[in-house]
DNA sequence: TTCTATTTTTAGATTAGTCTAAATTTATTA
DNA sequence: TAATAAATTTAGACTAATCTAAAAATAGAA
């Protein structure tokens, strides 16, 4: 069994091949993670001596299958908890992230699966990110940036790309939660940012930065 | 904040001055938790350096008022995840002890307060044990040892003292769980055996090492 | 293509928690 | 109360995870 640690390097992996499409790098993980880049490649020995990470000195790293299923049962462990901790003990959506880090590395195949049943199999957590299935398949989401939508168009948000409480309580602020009606009312070239109509009531202007952050359905 | 480790370490000497009523000496902790003497000779410097407990060399540990709240609230949140485990999820009560052992670290002060709402304020876990409150008083348990009933004393089944997974099973055998009915029929001297009636129904005879483990209300 | 900058790895040290073996202190008992 | 047994602490070593500084390898630019 892997330690905690160990796990968490294992998700900054997938989480940076995923992103970048190709290898990690040792500094791309040694950012991802806050360590020093010197730690990063002693782990990914350990790692690969333990059978989870292909790894070639100065080429970068990718996951085994095996080390893609530990990777994926986390973020499942993860999406799971923050679903628990937002419906059922009310926390709000920008709270839950830090929690969920501890939560995820609690061992038992048994409790995930208990927890998802409890939960009713949800398919998104409360950033609208798919939550893997206990074989760790995706639900494909059918979203877009809300950068691509056209001026006069109309999406509903359904997911962001990040989940720093700061942004969340930004979008809290500003009465953006999943489910709003935005409509494109007018693109300002200028800086990219973007004057949209919500829920048919008010009118906001959001930053390019935050409007690359939002995923909308069409 | 202590590490789990740490945290550990102060439920065994919690559990142990509770238990035999005096401070708790370096092999008492050490076949408590499993580890070297050496270890925890080690450590109970290192947490009396840390204000949690008073060391005198040679002369045992008993916890300070902060060790004692800590303590105390790692207790309440293993109980409260029991409870959880029990009462949400469908787990067994010979199937949580291991689990609540490592979400009783999860660090949240607020988690736990809202777990406790969300079960809405148990007063005692699957094993009938209390469940200290935020404050870290127990609900006082009217109980007996099933020892102390006379023949032909009925009682209810309140709690155990073990709570091994072995253990549990076996009570699960015997049709024995909280809130049955007991008769004690007969109590043989020899071995301190005693044959009892189950919910007015059925007769089983169990040892007296079982017994010393049965907790009933008069 | 060669030199320089960047990235990555190695070397050596540190901390928490653990161990065994040896030394020391306390308890028991003859 | 002196000798022995038991309990406890110290000494020294090990592993996992981390760090900084130095060395080595790769990438980029002239």
């Known amino acids: 069994m892997l330690s905690s640690t160990e796990e968490n390097y294992l998700k900054a992996i997938y989480k940076i091949s995923e992103r970048d499409n190709k290898a990690a790098s040792t500094n791309a993980i040694s950012s991802e993670i806050s360590t020093s880049a010197a730690s990063v ?17 100065y080429k970068g790293v990718t996951l085994t299958e095996q080390g893609n299923k530990i990777a994926t049962n986390l973020i499942r462990k993860h999406r799971l908890w923050e679903v628990f901790l937002v419906e059922k003990l ?15 590395h609690i061992q038992s195949p048994d409790l995930v699966n208990r927890l998802d049943q409890f939960l009713e199999h949800p398919k998104f957590d409360p950033h609208g990110d798919p939550i893997p299935d206990a074989d760790g398949n995706f ?4 979203q877009i940036e809300l950068t691509n939508l056209a001026t006069e168009e109309i999406g509903t948000l359904v997911g962001v790309q990040e989940d720093s409480s700061t942004f969340l309580k930004y979008l809290d602020r500003m009465g953006l939660s999943l489910g709003t009606e935005l409509k ?14 919500v829920n048919n009531k008010e009118q906001i202007t959001i930053s390019n930065k935050v409007c690359k952050n939002l995923f909308v359905k069409k």
Chains 1, 2 share one sequence.
């Open 139 to 142: 639900t494909h989401r059918r």
């Open 41 to 57: 490649s002693d782990m990914l020995q350990r790692l690969s001596s333990k059978g989870m990470t292909h790894y070639e000195k």
């Open 90 to 104: 009310n926390f709000t959506w920008d709270e839950v992230h830090d929690l969920a880090e501890q939560l995820e």
């Open 184 to 197: 494109v009312l007018e693109k300002f070239e200028f800086d990219g940012s973007v004057k949209l109509l």
